[in-house]
C-alpha cells in the first residue's frame, strides 16, 4: 500500500461525526453521497495557492467534529488536499457510479486494509466523507 494513502486513511480515522462549513453564506450541495463528492473534488480541484477560499467547501465535506474548533480550518485543509490525491490515484473518478439517493446505507468509495473512504449520511440529511 502506498505511504500516501496510509497516512489519509489514518487521518480521516480521527474524524467520526458530521461537521458542516459554508462558505460566505452559500450551503455546499452534501444531499447525496455523488452530490457531496462532486462539491469536495470540484472545490479541491479549483484551490490555488493564491486562493485557499474553495477549501473550505472541500472541508465541510469532511466530517471534522472531533477537531478542536480552532484547527478546523488548517487541518480541513489538509485532509482534503491529500484525500484529493488518494481519490485521483485509487480510481478513475466517475460521478455516475456514486449513488444519488438522499437516502441509504454508507456508501464505501473505497475499501482498503488500511481502512475504508466513505460517505455517510448523519441526521441532518448531510452526506459527508467519514471514516469507518
Request: net charge negative; charged share 25%; aromatic share 10%.
Amino acid at each position: 500500500m502506498r505511504p500516501c494513502f496510509r497516512a489519509v486513511v489514518s487521518l480521516l480515522t480521527l474524524l467520526p461525526a458530521a461537521f458542516s462549513v459554508a462558505q460566505a453564506g452559500e450551503s455546499p450541495d452534501l444531499s447525496t453521497p455523488r452530490q457531496t463528492f462532486r462539491t469536495f473534488y470540484e472545490a479541491v480541484k479549483s484551490a490555488k495557492p493564491s486562493d485557499l477560499s474553495p477549501l473550505d467547501v472541500a472541508a465541510s465535506c469532511l466530517d471534522l467534529s472531533t477537531v478542536p474548533e480552532s484547527a478546523r480550518v488548517e487541518y480541513g485543509h489538509t485532509i482534503s488536499l491529500a484525500l484529493k490525491d488518494v481519490l485521483e490515484r485509487v480510481r478513475p473518478i466517475d460521478y455516475s457510479v456514486l449513488p444519488d439517493a438522499p437516502v441509504g446505507e454508507p456508501f464505501v468509495y473505497f475499501a482498503d486494509e488500511a481502512g475504508d473512504i466513505t460517505l455517510d449520511r448523519f441526521p441532518s440529511g448531510e452526506w459527508t466523507f467519514t471514516a469507518r
